[in-house]
């Protein structure tokens, strides 16, 4: 299927590994120039080469910590072009209430949560109106089903993930009437270096050894995590015309598991 992404740039925030580089790949697959935005510029510059080898699109990068107060007024002004953007940059610790401190939940939200609000604070104006019948713009903020499950022990995470849904569902029911879309993708567990960290610490905590952590994934959905590239996939099409009709609500990927009393 075409997504009708050729020709089109992507800003794509923790882009340079996980979900924000498949959702690269996936997008400059498509011919979508993409434009990726980390804190770390030898991670991204080996991706966009990695991107590059593969793909004849226009690929760009950006070193910059979207944690730190108006960096996102500044890539916005450096990258104005751009039809969509995927906010995707965060890492939330897990701990229950007691093991994580005030300061670890500030520090966390700055990128998570008040970075996603910044960056379309930033953008939101320069899509606003740019709409045209073959295309609309969009934002799309990948934010985590920790929302769903609730789970006490990530409730840093729970917490913020439930912002990013409510003020997602909220800009994104009026984004229309401004000629762009917004939309949440939900990914449940995926196999990424950042879940690997969050499973070493879940087992510490329960089997006193982290080393142990590939026996949580046994009551997962299908036996496994999600890959990055079905969430990245899942992005390009969210972000496309194949998707034009999706504004103000969230898509969840995470075989059922926000059905289920705990994630693990």
């Known amino acids: 299927m075409d997504l009708l992404l050729r020709g089109r740039t992507a800003l794509i925030t923790g882009g340079s590994k996980g979900i924000g580089r498949a959702a690269a790949e996936s997008m400059a697959a498509e011919g979508c120039d993409v434009i990726l935005v980390s804190r770390t510029l030898g991670a991204l510059e080996e991706t966009a080469s990695a991107i590059r080898s593969r793909h004849q699109v226009n690929v760009r990068v950006h070193a910059a910590d979207i944690a730190v107060q108006g960096t996102a007024e500044d890539i916005a002004a450096r990258f104005p072009e751009i039809d969509i953007l995927v906010n995707n940059a965060g890492a939330i610790p897990g701990g229950s209430l007691a093991q994580v401190d005030g300061t670890t939940w500030r520090q966390a939200w ?109 009551p997962m959905p299908f036996g496994r995590a999600a890959t990055p590239e079905e969430i990245g996939d899942m992005i390009a099409f969210l972000a496309s015309p194949r998707s034009g009709f999706t504004s103000g609500t969230i898509v969840t990927i995470d075989g059922g598991m926000a059905a289920r009393s705990r994630a693990f």
């Open 110 to 218: 700055q990128l998570k949560v008040f970075g996603y609000i910044d960056m379309c604070r930033a953008f939101y104006p320069l899509l606003k109106g740019r709409s045209s019948a073959a295309f609309i713009p969009s934002i799309v903020n990948v934010v985590g089903n920790a929302a769903e499950t609730l789970d006490q022990a990530y409730i840093c995470g729970v917490t913020g993930n439930a912002a990013l849904y409510a003020f997602t569902r909220s800009l994104g029911g009026t984004a229309p009437n401004d000629g762009l879309r917004v939309v949440g993708l939900s990914p449940g567990p995926v196999a990424t270096d950042r879940l690997i960290g969050l499973m070493k610490k879940k087992s510490g905590d329960r089997t006193g050894d982290p080393e142990r952590w590939q026996e949580l994934f046994a």
